[in-house]
Structures are given as C-alpha cells and as structure tokens.
C-alpha cells in the first residue's frame, strides 16, 4: 500500500532527474558532432549510454560533475566497466579520455593495448590521450578498471582520427 503511494513522487523525482540529465547531454553530444576529428564518442554517466557499457560487476555508479556526467568504477579489474567503441578499420586511433575531477590510478585496455591511467588529484576536468595500434576491425573495445580502492571517474571517452588537427 505504500508502495504505490509513493510512486507518483518516486516517478516525479525520476523525471525531473532525466531532463536535468538531457539539459546537461544536448550541448555535448552537438559539441562532438561538430568535431570533424571524433571518429566514435561514448558521454559516460548518462542514461542514453546504457545500452552502451559494459560493467563486470555493479560496484560502481554514476554521478554529475561540472556541466556532465560521470561513471566510476569500483576497486579493482573484477569491477570495472567497458565499452566497444567503432573506429576504422586498418586505421590508427588516438583514445581521448575525459576524467572528471579527483580520480584514482586505473589500467585501461584499448584494441588489444594496455596503458596506466595515473591519479588525478585536481577538481577539474582533465584530459588523458593514447595512441592507439592499427586495428584489425571497426570495433575497438576499452576496459577501464581502478588499481586501488578509489574509483576512476570518467566523464567521456572519444576516439580520435590522428591524421585531423586534434589535442
């Protein structure tokens, strides 16, 4: 009988969750598209990348931060998260990472590379970029996992063309 008492504010409070969230992503997702070098682009923390990620384990969560979202991981590679990105096949790629603020050290897997993310202790938003090998197929996957108790936060990921003027 509660329950549905508290639906109709339960259902209220979720809406006006999700058009906050749509506020925040129209300007970013216009953003990347006018960005002739993003080949594939993942804004992480938001709904509509659901279908999108990957997680090994529900440890992690989602949050805002700044004028985006976020995704964190919980501790260690068994609960990091993931997603398949497409590129170009027999091309090389540059990963962009968009990390939101303090975040802990996290290992990153990217079309059959491994790479360190290091810690960022500043309250910004900052930027990681890797070069990534010729790959063999369009799809790329990317793993991200925290290497100690603290979560990763990641705000975007983007896979870039290196042959257009980019970071």
């Given at each position: 009988?509660?329950?549905?008492?508290?639906?109709?504010?339960?259902?209220?409070?979720?809406?006006?969750?999700?058009?906050?969230?749509?506020?925040?992503?129209?300007?970013?997702?216009?953003?990347?598209?006018?960005?002739?070098?993003?080949v594939d682009a993942v804004l992480c923390g938001f709904a509509t990348e659901m279908h999108r990620v990957?997680?090994?384990?529900?440890?992690?969560?989602?949050g805002f931060f700044a004028d985006r979202m976020y995704r964190a991981s919980g501790a260690g590679p068994?609960?990091?998260?993931?997603?398949?990105?497409?590129?170009?096949?027999?091309?090389?790629?540059?990963?962009?990472?968009?990390?939101?603020?303090?975040?802990?050290?996290?290992?990153?897997?990217?079309?059959?590379?491994?790479?360190?993310?290091?810690?960022?202790?500043?309250?910004?938003?900052?930027?990681?970029?890797?070069?990534?090998?010729?790959?063999?197929?369009?799809?790329?996957?990317?793993?991200?996992?925290?290497?100690?108790?603290?979560?990763?936060?990641?705000?975007?990921?983007?896979?870039?063309?290196?042959?257009?003027?980019?970071?």
């Amino acid at each position: 009988e509660g329950f549905f008492r508290e639906m109709p504010a339960a259902m209220r409070s979720l809406a006006a969750g999700l058009a906050r969230e749509r506020a925040l992503e129209i300007p970013l997702r216009a953003a990347l598209r006018a960005r002739r070098e993003v080949v594939d682009a993942v804004l992480c923390g938001f709904a509509t990348e659901m279908h999108r990620v990957a997680k090994r384990l529900h440890t992690g969560g989602t949050g805002f931060f700044a004028d985006r979202m976020y995704r964190a991981s919980g501790a260690g590679p068994d609960a990091g998260f993931g997603y398949t990105l497409r590129g170009r096949k027999g091309a090389a790629a540059r990963l962009l990472l968009r990390v939101a603020g303090p975040s802990g050290p996290a290992a990153l897997e990217a079309g059959g590379a491994r790479f360190d993310l290091p810690a960022e202790e500043n309250a910004r938003l900052s930027e990681r970029a890797f070069d990534l090998p010729r790959q063999a197929t369009e799809e790329i996957p990317i793993r991200i996992w925290s290497v100690t108790p603290r979560p990763v936060r990641l705000a975007g990921i983007e896979l870039l063309d290196p042959k257009e003027d980019c970071v």
